[in-house]
T-cell receptor, first 115, second 115 residues
Framework: QQQVKQSPQSLIVQKGGISIINCAYE??????FPWYQQFPGKGPALLIAIRPDVSEKKEGRFTISFNKSAKQFSLHIMDSQPGDSATYFC??????????????FGQGTILTVHP | EAGVVQSPRYKIIEKKQPVAFWCNPI?????LYWYLQNLGQGPELLIRYENEEAVDDSQLPKDRFSAERLKGVDSTLKIQPAELGDSAVYLC?????????????FGPGTRLTVL
C-alpha cells in the first residue's frame, strides 16, 4: 500500500514536444506529491510539488496534474528541451505515524529529448 | 549556500570488507536522511535523523548496517561486512525539519561497488 507506480520506464521526445509521465498510488493518506529530477552522477533535485487540495500546479514549462479520485498524478513538460534529458521520479509522503515525512519514490522515467 | 556534501564519491571494496560513508548536511538542517538507490530504481529510505535522534530506522538492515549522527550535524553510514548485493548508490539528504512538506536536498551520493 506504500507503493508508487510510475510509467513509462523510458520516454523519447523531440525538441519542442510534450513529455508526459504518470504515477499512481494506493495509500489514500498520501498528501504531498513531489517530482524530482536527477542527472547522471547527481542526486535528485526537487522540480515541482503538489498537495491534493488542488488539481493542477504549473511552474514554467512544468505542470503537475492531480486526480484524487483516480489516485493518479502526472508531470507534463511543455516545449521539451535537450537539457530536460534526465531521470524523473515521482514521490509521495504523508504526515502519519513513524512514516511522517517519509518519501516513497516511483521507479523513475528516463527522458531523452532529441534536438 | 553549499549543498549536501558526501564522501567518498566512489568506493570499490571486496565482499566481507567494511565500508563507511560520510555526509555533511546543509547548515541549519535538522533532519538528515540516508537513502539507498539501486540501479534503475528510485531512492529508498534507510534511516532518518531528527537532530541526533534516529526517528525512523525501520528499513535499515541492522545486522550489517549502522549509522550515527554525532552532535546532530555530520553523519556516517557503515556497512560491515559488505555483501555483493550492497552495490548501489548511497544518497544523503537533508531538510530544515522532518515535516512532510519540507524540501529534501540530496547530495551527489556515494557509488559503492562490492566485488
Amino acid at each position: 500500500q506504500q507503493q508508487v507506480k510510475q510509467s513509462p520506464q523510458s520516454l523519447i521526445v523531440q525538441k519542442g514536444g510534450i513529455s508526459i509521465i504518470n504515477c499512481a498510488y494506493e495509500n489514500t493518506a498520501f498528501d504531498y506529491f513531489p517530482w524530482y529530477q536527477q542527472f547522471p552522477g547527481k542526486g535528485p533535485a526537487l522540480l515541482i510539488a503538489i498537495r491534493p487540495d488542488v488539481s493542477e500546479k504549473k511552474e514554467g514549462r512544468f505542470t503537475i496534474s492531480f486526480n484524487k479520485s483516480a489516485k493518479q498524478f502526472s508531470l507534463h513538460i511543455m516545449d521539451s528541451q535537450p537539457g530536460d534529458s534526465a531521470t524523473y521520479f515521482c514521490a509521495a509522503s504523508w504526515a502519519g505515524g513513524t512514516s511522517y515525512g517519509k518519501l516513497t519514490f516511483g521507479q523513475g522515467t528516463i527522458l531523452t529529448v532529441h534536438p | 549556500e553549499a549543498g549536501v556534501v558526501q564522501s567518498p564519491r566512489y568506493k570499490i571494496i571486496e565482499k566481507k570488507q567494511p565500508v563507511a560513508f560520510w555526509c555533511n548536511p546543509i547548515s541549519g538542517h535538522n533532519t538528515l536522511y540516508w537513502y539507498l538507490q539501486n540501479l534503475g530504481q528510485g531512492p529508498e529510505l534507510l534511516i532518518r535523523y531528527e537532530n541526533e535522534e534516529a526517528v525512523d530506522d525501520s528499513q535499515l538492515p541492522k545486522d550489517r548496517f549502522s549509522a550515527e549522527r554525532l552532535k546532530g550535524v555530520d553523519s556516517t553510514l557503515k556497512i560491515q561486512p559488505a555483501e555483493l548485493g550492497d552495490s548501489a548508490v548511497y544518497l544523503c539528504a537533508s531538510s530544515l525539519s522532518q515535516g512532510p512538506y519540507n524540501e529534501q536536498f540530496f547530495g551527489p551520493g556515494t557509488r559503492l561497488t562490492v566485488l
